[in-house]
């Protein structure tokens, strides 16, 4: 019997030499699996689907992983307000991860003998996929031709017309990932420090002028309704919004970080509802958490982001950082009201019954009701000894 392997697929070059090299040279009995985290529709999975059984695997299957992606994952990422260097979502990095989980419990679930993929030995994707198999199955091998052959396009698409496959692999300008948490756009302009994206370059376009008015509504920090209409789904929501948001243009950026790998990357980016949703989030934060709460929940979710970029998400600190961030939501309730507009947008405010500036205890520069004038001198005084004793001990000795 031939021995079983389970290829991540997702149709482009390199998973498509993938699953003919195994098949033809390896003489391995190939099935494919793709990991939809939101960022393929109906129509894409089943030209993949169509593909992976035209290079001639045994099977193929579409596992959908979108919810699964959002309650162990999105959601997090909201209530840790994670943006990494403050700026990007982790859009790609946090799908892999979850793309990893769903590929090797299949391969467990078929009893393959090997799982494989077709990453680079360039990226971070390669530890993501590598890491995460062999945590969760030790005991199965992992094959990566197109990393361990070190191959050029024009080989691969070489190889797979001389075998009778015919596709159209034309180089694109850009490479283009899109997910339910953001979109990633890398090439050209993106690999020059100095250069960026043209308007052109961006899978949404704007096509709005003027302003327009949204409201995001939360509940324990999470989203549960978009301009008054509430939706348990909270992937509807996001897609929801996004499908408003992206049509101003907003969301755009440029990334630039440290790779797992100790290189430099550099992409650029468009995450219209998660900028939107973790800004929104973080101002109601501002208005319900105490100051200690919001500190720490910086520090943590910094980490957090920092590990689930960096292939880290098996590891158990990262359940007692979810538990922590989780615990900090309770009072994290209302409505956030946003004005949109062509390639921005403004945070206007919020309405919670939990919003801490709304207290008999004085208005901010106005009017002090719960303390006198002496209480506050008598305090300062106090808050100040310590620096006063420093500076008294520096002139005693100078």
Same mark, same amino acid.
């Given at each position: ?18 699953? *003919? ?87 467990? =679930? ?12 360039? /990226? ?25 052959? *070190? ?35 890398? /090439? =050209? ?26 409201? &995001? ?5 999470? &989203?549960?309704?978009?301009?008054? =209409?509430?939706?348990? %789904?909270?992937? %509807? ?16 950026? *440029? ?30 934060? =501002? ?30 600190? *990262? ?80």
């Amino acid at each position: 019997m031939k021995q079983k392997v389970l290829l991540a697929f997702s149709g482009g070059l390199d998973t498509s030499f993938c699953a *003919m090299y195994l098949a033809k040279e390896k003489n391995y009995e190939v099935h494919t699996a793709v990991a939809n985290t939101g960022g393929f529709s109906k129509e894409e999975l089943k030209v993949i689907e169509d593909k992976a059984y035209r290079l001639g695997v045994k099977s193929h299957v579409a596992l959908d992983i979108t919810q699964d992606y959002y309650e162990k994952s999105i959601k997090y990422m909201i209530f840790g307000n994670v943006l990494r260097n403050g700026t990007y979502p982790i859009s790609v990095s946090s799908e892999r991860i979850f793309q990893a989980i769903a590929i090797i419990n299949y391969a467990k =679930k078929i009893n393959a003998d090997f799982v494989a993929h077709g990453s680079t030995g360039a /990226g971070n994707d390669q530890v993501r996929f590598d890491l995460t198999f062999d945590v969760l199955a030790p005991g199965i091998k992992i094959l990566t031709p197109t990393r361990d052959m *070190m191959l050029t396009r024009e080989y691969e698409i070489n190889y797979l017309r001389e075998h009778g496959f015919e596709a159209d692999f034309t180089k694109m300008e850009y490479s283009i990932n899109k997910g339910l948490w953001g979109t990633s756009i890398g /090439g =050209k302009e993106t690999l020059h420090s100095e250069q960026t994206l043209p308007e052109e370059a961006y899978p949404s376009q704007v096509v709005k002028t003027g302003e327009e008015t949204v409201t &995001i509504s939360f509940e324990k920090g999470e &989203i549960t309704a978009i301009n008054g =209409k509430k939706d348990k %789904n909270k992937v %509807n929501l996001i897609n929801k919004l996004e499908a408003i948001a992206n049509q101003y243009g907003i969301g755009r950026d *440029m990334h630039i970080g440290d790779t797992i790998i100790g290189i430099k990357g550099r992409v650029g980016f468009e995450a219209a509802a998660p900028l939107l949703i973790i800004n929104a989030h973080k101002m109601l934060e =501002k208005h319900t958490l105490t100051k200690w709460q919001q500190y720490w929940k910086d520090q943590l979710g910094n980490w957090y982001g920092m590990f689930l970029h960096e292939a880290q998400y098996l590891e158990p600190v *990262m359940r007692d950082i979810e538990r922590f961030l989780e615990s900090s939501q309770q009072n994290v309730t209302g409505d956030v009201i946003i004005k949109l507009r062509p390639l921005g947008y403004t945070l206007v405010g919020v309405e919670s019954t939990y919003d801490l500036m709304k207290t008999d205890f004085g208005e901010y520069g106005e009017m002090n009701k719960a303390w006198s004038a002496d209480d506050v001198k008598g305090f300062t005084k106090i808050l100040g000894n310590q620096m006063k004793i420093y500076y008294n001990v520096q002139k005693r000795n100078e």
